[in-house]
């Protein structure tokens, strides 16, 4: 694997974080309490692979500008902007959204997860958009 390799890689993991997420979240719908935390864990523990690969790339390639052109440029940068806008929130939200679950203030923890779960979905999902947008695959 070379750093070329990265920008799939991330796309793979920010799939794989999405499908963590949402089987995360049905298993708490479920009651399953021990199983979504390991599933959560394994989503933000996928995460931060992400980040190491993502910076590890950005340092090493720079900016890959978009080719594209008319309406679909425009759709572009609107997922990209609001991506990197949402994304810069997750590291926090979901560092919060953990720390009060390990604090066992589930009431606290139930009520900052509804915000972030969503913004942590939508950053994923786009995240992979945003890849396929880019490198036309």
């Given at each position: 694997?070379?750093?070329?390799?990265?920008?799939t890689l991330n796309a793979?993991?920010?799939?794989?974080?999405?499908?963590?997420?949402l089987y995360?979240?049905?298993?708490?719908r479920q009651?399953?309490?021990?199983?979504?935390?390991?599933?959560m864990?394994?989503a933000?523990g996928?995460s931060?692979?992400f980040?190491i690969?993502y910076l590890?790339y950005h340092?090493?390639?720079?900016s890959?500008?978009?080719?594209?052109?008319?309406?679909m440029?425009t759709?572009?940068?609107?997922i990209?902007?609001s991506?990197?806008?949402l994304?810069?929130?997750?590291?926090v939200l979901?560092?919060?959204?953990?720390?009060?679950?390990?604090q066992?203030r589930?009431d606290k923890?139930?009520?900052?997860?509804?915000?972030t779960?969503p913004?942590w979905?939508?950053?994923?999902v786009?995240g992979?958009i945003?890849?396929?947008m880019?490198?036309g695959?």
């Amino acid at each position: 694997m070379t750093v070329r390799d990265l920008p799939t890689l991330n796309a793979t993991l920010n799939a794989l974080c999405t499908i963590l997420l949402l089987y995360g979240y049905s298993l708490i719908r479920q009651g399953r309490r021990e199983q979504h935390k390991k599933v959560m864990l394994s989503a933000f523990g996928v995460s931060i692979v992400f980040l190491i690969c993502y910076l590890v790339y950005h340092y090493n390639v720079g900016s890959v500008p978009y080719q594209g052109q008319g309406a679909m440029r425009t759709v572009y940068f609107a997922i990209l902007i609001s991506h990197v806008v949402l994304a810069a929130t997750v590291p926090v939200l979901a560092i919060l959204t953990l720390w009060r679950a390990f604090q066992e203030r589930f009431d606290k923890h139930r009520k900052i997860a509804k915000i972030t779960l969503p913004i942590w979905l939508y950053v994923s999902v786009t995240g992979v958009i945003v890849y396929l947008m880019l490198y036309g695959i």
